[in-house]
């Protein structure tokens, strides 16, 4: 916050100015502060208006912030917002606020009725579940201009998104069962062996792609079968895992430890281009792969066992390690081996111990090769 030559008026970046006026209250009688944070051209435009909010207060009148259509508030909103997403979050959030500011940019924010924002849902293009993601994006906007824009109600409230239709049955959508990893796992061996320690890791640990592509050789005790989540990527782009709960220790399954030992043995011995990096996965450019690597090799091992249903090898292998935890283990083991969506989760879930979590993984490693339970 820098200070204009302004009396009242400092600068807060990006076109955001806090106005600050000492006027007596009309509800109290007594002098008071009266704050506001607002959207201007310049320093100048800020004194113009904090002088409009002196004059109000002084006849007494109840003060409201000064109009901002839509693009304005979201200049100031977003500037402040991006630095916290992660480049997939910002990204969704990009074409989310493009769409909105098409129709609705020119509105006053406090003019904006439902009417008007069901009319922009029905004028948009595209699949529901992108239309329900822009949809989200409003509400989260629309929640913090109640708040900073002292808004009377919040339009968006009762704004309904769309029905999201599915071609599979809810159980089957995106998991496969222990019979069908199984075969999965077994014909990308022996089929597509170069894509199977990245599969196996996927499969028997729950981690998202994100986390496991971005695994360096640090990051693993292979001697004492676990791997500490500390960060993701998405699109080659480095940052923290999803949410806090997500830094945890993953345990690795003895197929998991001996497919990654003969994995590091293979790059050490071709001497492969990402061991300067430290990467557990490397693409052959020794940079993070993409998440779409596996569409092929997986989709083959699907055709192959006759599994037509939906299946995204970027998050199906998690959806289906999380399944198969679930009918072996209590729920606070599911939470702390998947990792937790928020911190209240996670802080109940910390306490779950190793040993616990390697019971939970051995009993899912049964559920797929029978023969190795332990007797």
Not at 20 to 26: D, I, P
Not at 161 to 184: C, H, I, K, N, W
Not at 311 to 317: D, N, Q, T
């Given at each position: 916050?820098?200070?204009t030559?302004h009396?009242?008026?400092?600068?807060?970046?990006?076109?955001?100015?806090?106005?600050?006026?000492?006027?007596?209250?009309?509800?109290?009688?007594?002098?008071?502060d009266?704050?506001?944070?607002?959207?201007?051209?310049?320093?100048?435009?800020?004194?113009?208006q904090r002088?409009?909010?002196?004059?109000?207060?002084?006849?007494?009148?109840?003060v409201?912030?000064?109009?901002?259509?839509?693009?304005?508030?979201?200049?100031?909103?977003?500037?402040?917002k991006?630095p916290?997403?992660?480049?997939s979050?910002?990204?969704t959030?990009?074409?989310?606020?493009a769409?909105i500011?098409?129709?609705l940019?020119?509105?006053?924010v406090?003019a904006?009725t439902l009417?008007?924002?069901?009319?922009?849902?029905?004028?948009?293009?595209?699949?529901?579940?992108?239309i329900?993601?822009?949809i989200?994006?409003?509400?989260?906007l629309?929640r913090?201009?109640?708040y900073?824009l002292r808004?009377?109600?919040?339009?968006?409230?009762?704004?309904?998104?769309?029905?999201?239709?599915?071609?599979?049955?809810?159980?089957?959508?995106?998991?496969?069962?222990?019979q069908?990893?199984?075969?999965?796992?077994?014909?990308?061996k022996?089929?597509?062996?170069q894509?199977y320690?990245?599969?196996?890791?996927?499969?028997?640990t729950g981690?998202?792609?994100?986390?496991?592509?971005a695994l360096?050789?640090?990051?693993?005790?292979l001697v004492?079968?676990?791997?500490?989540?500390?960060?993701?990527?998405?699109?080659g782009?480095l940052?923290?895992?999803?949410?806090?709960?997500?830094?945890?220790i993953?345990?690795?399954?003895?197929e998991?430890?001996?497919?990654?030992?003969?994995?590091?043995?293979?790059?050490?011995?071709?001497?492969?281009?990402?061991l300067?990096?430290?990467?557990?996965?490397?693409t052959?450019?020794?940079t993070?792969?993409?998440?779409?690597?596996?569409t092929?090799?997986v989709r083959?091992?699907?055709q192959?066992?006759?599994?037509?249903?939906?299946?995204?090898?970027a998050?199906g292998?998690?959806?289906?390690f999380?399944d198969l935890?679930?009918?072996v283990?209590?729920?606070?083991v599911?939470?702390?081996?998947?990792?937790?969506?928020?911190?209240?989760?996670g802080?109940?879930?910390?306490?779950?111990?190793l040993?616990e979590?390697r019971?939970?993984?051995?009993?899912?490693v049964?559920?797929?090769?029978p023969?190795?339970a332990?007797e």
């Amino acid at each position: 916050m820098q200070k204009t030559k302004h009396t009242g008026v400092w600068s807060l970046g990006d076109g955001r100015y806090l106005i600050r006026v000492y006027a007596l209250c009309h509800k109290t009688g007594r002098m008071k502060d009266n704050e506001r944070t607002i959207v201007a051209r310049s320093a100048k435009e800020a004194a113009a208006q904090r002088e409009e909010l002196r004059c109000t207060l002084q006849r007494g009148n109840v003060v409201r912030v000064v109009r901002q259509t839509l693009s304005q508030y979201v200049t100031s909103w977003f500037a402040a917002k991006a630095p916290a997403l992660k480049p997939s979050t910002r990204k969704t959030y990009n074409e989310a606020i493009a769409a909105i500011i098409d129709s609705l940019g020119d509105y006053y924010v406090d003019a904006i009725t439902l009417e008007d924002l069901i009319l922009w849902r029905d004028s948009l293009e595209g699949a529901a579940a992108t239309i329900n993601g822009r949809i989200r994006v409003l509400k989260t906007l629309m929640r913090d201009a109640v708040y900073d824009l002292r808004l009377l109600m919040n339009p968006t409230m009762r704004l309904e998104p769309l029905r999201e239709g599915r071609g599979f049955d809810d159980d089957e959508a995106m998991s496969l069962t222990a019979q069908e990893l199984r075969y999965v796992l077994d014909w990308i061996k022996a089929h597509k062996p170069q894509w199977y320690p990245l599969v196996v890791t996927l499969a028997l640990t729950g981690m998202r792609f994100g986390e496991a592509t971005a695994l360096c050789w640090d990051d693993l005790d292979l001697v004492q079968g676990i791997a500490r989540i500390r960060k993701s990527q998405w699109r080659g782009r480095l940052g923290e895992p999803k949410t806090r709960g997500s830094r945890r220790i993953v345990v690795l399954a003895p197929e998991v430890v001996e497919a990654l030992t003969a994995h590091r043995q293979n790059l050490i011995r071709v001497q492969h281009v990402g061991l300067q990096h430290g990467l557990v996965f490397p693409t052959s450019k020794g940079t993070y792969p993409s998440n779409s690597v596996l569409t092929k090799p997986v989709r083959a091992a699907l055709q192959a066992a006759d599994i037509e249903r939906l299946f995204h090898a970027a998050h199906g292998f998690r959806h289906t390690f999380n399944d198969l935890v679930r009918k072996v283990s209590q729920e606070q083991v599911r939470q702390a081996l998947v990792g937790h969506e928020t911190q209240q989760m996670g802080d109940r879930y910390s306490h779950v111990r190793l040993e616990e979590r390697r019971a939970a993984v051995a009993r899912v490693v049964a559920l797929i090769r029978p023969s190795s339970a332990p007797e």
